[in-house]
Structure formats: C-alpha cells, structure tokens
C-alpha cells in the first residue's frame, strides 16, 4: 500500500514523518487487529493504534512493496 494523505495535526503529521511514514512512503500492512494495525516499512515495523490509523490514508497496491 502506499500512503496518500495523513489527516491529522501538526503534531501527529510531524510524529508520524519522524517515524518515516509520509505521503508516498510505501508500507505493507502485516496485521489488522480491531481498529490497530502493525505496518512495515523497508526493515521497521510500527504499531498504531486505531485512532492514528484512522488517520492515515493509504492507497492498496496489487504488488507487494
């Protein structure tokens, strides 16, 4: 999947690019648990908890990244 938009504030768009998610990243989703899930991007795995993952907008991709 690749990113498309973040939605949220100033802080959590800032917290989310210090971790290397922005607009274009591509990330994988590994898990989808509730409203959490757990992404990979390249080596890094990030868990996210429902109301961040709300938040980030993503495009599905057929090929894996």
């Known amino acids: 999947a690749m990113i498309v938009e973040i ?5 959590l768009t800032r917290r989310l690019l210090g971790l290397g998610l922005r607009p274009g990243s591509a990330v ?4 989808h648990r509730g409203s959490g899930v757990v992404l ?3 080596e890094t795995r990030l868990a996210l908890g429902g109301g961040v993952a ?12």
Do not use: E, F, P
């Open 40 to 42: 990979a991007r390249g």
């Open 54 to 65: 709300d938040k980030i907008w993503v495009r599905r991709s057929d090929h894996a990244c």
């Open 7 to 11: 939605r949220g504030g100033r802080q």
């Open 28 to 31: 994988v989703v590994l898990h």
